[in-house]
């Protein structure tokens, strides 16, 4: 409590004082989806600022390329953005592959399509379930889960591993496709639909979703385009830019498949979003399986990865945004430098600019939004 | 002292149910929360439980002794004595609020308390400041907030309830619990078909009441990591639990009392039903049954055996419940019968109840604060007082013209009025879709740094 007197006003009024707190989110907390923290300037529960605290989880990553060869540095990146692996590592075997003058034969460009695809699936599916999750429907997780599931046995049928697939090697693919391969893709994609169906019956027009994400977390176009955040993200705010249409890579080229966007940016739209481009995965997905060519699956890159020197970009569209690989090689075997453009950080830098004047529980839901994966983010 | 003078000492009936509330409730609460952890699991496709003996069934003991062996920390910033006390504030308040509530006829520690609904709901209340003061004491941030929300929820939601209870208590016409139950008998119809409207306010309202999702603002697990639970550790965590599951069961009672006719049994005055009579004996009687049916199928020997006293024990109250009913009249055994079935009919309706706060819980993702806020006091009470105009008329048009009223039959005046007060719900919906939904303005705060 304080006493102001107003000059010449002759009332002396009573200002109730009231400060604002610092409340730490994180780095130990259920819904930063890892080791983020938060700092969030509250006035009462409204969020004046938040600083994001980053590096809790960095391993150092890009650094240790330089001291590994090409080939050696392949299973480092399924460790980043370790819910959609095989993204990761399909951006890495394509940089190199640039760097190298080399290309996957057309067998293993759809194959690897195919399964990046499926990641991609996943990747939403845990999104969706933890967002839910965020916003305090606790059930459409575990419905997502099981879906979730059906992609990592294919991929465990198909590499062995389910979360760090390694699944690809630099100039095509480490495994051919196992015999049910296109069966058990089939099957899942044939079943996917119905379930989309299913998480939209929970959520979509369901009140209480609609109100906690709607006008929620909004960025315009410019603002997004300007702050560099890519992915979903960006095209709910109605830009249309998808690299697998406007720089196709793999085997993009060869499918129909649409690009969804939003119109008004916020929380609702990207979930929009999100669930339309799971329903056009399923079909690239199934218009490849319809037409993988045969023949070898590892192009001619020899045992012994040199290339020339020299500096390549390569970005991919990963679930989560842009993800690019800058690799600089001075001729040896292994990369001069490598660093890596994370989707993850660059749409993180957001996040302040969307919470400002929302409340708290909002800034969960707009985390949970922005699809961050901490291990992407520190690298 | 002989024995009849004890027998006849006026207050051992009260103290018998008084002890067997507080020494029964806690198992009672864990036991729900076992369940509620099963239909989670049972909506969520998964299994749940499964470790602790059959099927989980011995899960609440393991966890009560967990929680029993965990250190009690009090942070050294706390208030230590508030943050001591609060705990205990809560559970007390909530069981005393137990003791105006009569489980079927026979079974009630204040049997002469006429103002039973009023004391329920003010003890109830006291709960709060448990919460509050918890959430004051631990000096934390986390715990402030859950406080804060916990406080502005109770007040907000506290008014809307308390208008649906008076909607009943204008058709009941009275405030001890067991003469509204008794009027709910003599008019042959449940408060529920007379009020619906009020009903649904007063489900709505105890959700709230009791920080349960889809309003479990208080706690919000991905926000406030636990609310005002947050710094509780060990067994003054559990007391908190143990306060939240009895003030479930406490507005569910409210309910049962007040809308869905207490320990009657459906269709308790047509006498060509009267076989439903057999109905609880049976459900225990299936319920013992499908335990034998299970119980080889169980992985060890512990467990077959565990099931199997599980189902001899519900066989034991299946013929609890069917000797009353074919014992000859006038018999000591009979004269069991209101009692005991009474408790049976009760129970199953709180259980009811507290399946529908389970399956909403599971459904439906939380609301913010503000549109809780917001749907508290620009709709459930502008509804509920709309309940309350309509029930005073629906009663006034319903009494007989010899006592001043209009005579109308029952069929025509409650339906007509809850049609208006529908109307009013479904016009303050339609108002508030219209409404504009409030511009969030991003970015133009100025930019003060965190650290500054």
Partial sequence: ?379 | MDLNAILHWPYLVPIICALVIVLVLPLVAGYIVLVERKVMADMQVRLGPMRVGPHGLLQPIADAVKLLLKEDIIPESADRWIFWGAPLISVTAAMLALSAVPIGPAFLIAPGLNIGILFILGVGALGIFGIVLGGWASNSHYSLLGALRSAAQLVSYETSAGMAVVGALLLAGTLSTTAIIDRQAQDGVWFIFAAPVGFFIYLVASIAETNRAPFDMPEAESELVAGYMTEYSGFRWALYFLAEYTNMIVVASIATILFLGGGLRPFSGTAQLDFLDYLPAALMLGIGGYCFYRAPKQPVGVQKGFMGVVGLLCFGLAALLALPVIAPAGSILAAMEPGLHGAFWFLAKVATYLYVFMWLRFTFPRYRFDQLMRLGWQFLLPVAMANVIGIAVAVALHRPIANGGLGWPWWVAFPLTTALTILVAWYLVWVGEKEEPTEIKVGEEEETPVNA
């Fill in chain 1, 1 to 379: 409590m304080g006493s102001t007197y107003k000059p010449g006003s002759g009332v002396e009024t009573t200002v109730l004082g009231a400060d604002e707190i610092i409340l730490n989110m994180g780095p130990q907390h259920p819904s930063t989806h890892g080791v983020l923290r938060v700092k969030l300037k509250l006035d009462g529960e409204k969020v004046k600022g938040s600083e994001c605290v980053i590096g809790y989880l960095h391993r150092g990553v890009e650094k240790i390329a330089e001291h590994r060869t090409y080939t050696q540095f392949a299973p480092y990146v399924d460790r980043m953005d370790y819910i959609a692996a095989v993204s990761n590592g399909l951006g890495y075997c394509e940089a190199v592959e640039k760097l190298l003058g080399a290309e996957a034969p057309p067998r293993a460009r759809v194959i690897r399509t195919i399964l990046t695809e499926l990641g991609r699936i996943a990747s939403h599916l845990f999104w969706l379930g933890t967002h839910a999750l965020d916003i305090g429907a606790l059930t459409p997780l575990f419905y997502c889960l099981r879906e979730r599931e059906e992609i990592l046995k294919i991929f465990e049928n198909y590499c062995g591993a389910r979360l760090t697939t390694h699944a690809f090697r630099i100039g095509g693919l480490q495994y051919e496709a196992y015999d049910a391969f296109e069966k058990d893709v089939e099957r899942f994609c044939n079943d996917f639909d119905r379930r989309v169906d299913e998480y939209e019956t929970l959520l979509t027009e369901n009140r209480i979703w609609v109100g906690r994400t709607k006008g929620i977390g909004v960025i315009s176009a410019k603002d997004a385009i300007a702050m560099g955040v890519t992915g979903p993200v960006l095209r709910a705010s109605g830009v249309e830019w998808d690299l697998r249409k406007a720089m196709p890579y793999a085997a993009y080229d060869q499918f129909e498949f649409s690009i969804p966007t939003g119109k008004n940016g916020d929380t609702y739209d990207r979930y929009l979003v999100r669930m339309e481009e799971m329903r056009q995965s399923r079909n690239i997905c199934l218009q490849a399986i319809e037409k993988i060519p045969t023949g070898p699956i590892l192009g001619k890159v020899g045992k012994v990865l040199k290339p020339p020197p020299g500096e390549v970009y390569h970005g991919i569209e990963a679930p989560k945004g842009e993800l690019g690989y800058y690799i600089v090689s001075d001729g040896t075997t292994q990369p001069y430098r490598v660093r890596i453009r994370p989707p993850s950080l660059i749409n993180l830098e957001a996040l302040d600019q969307m919470v400002r004047g929302h409340l708290v529980a909002d800034v969960v839901a707009i985390i949970g939004t922005l699809d961050i994966v901490l291990g992407e983010v520190d690298r």
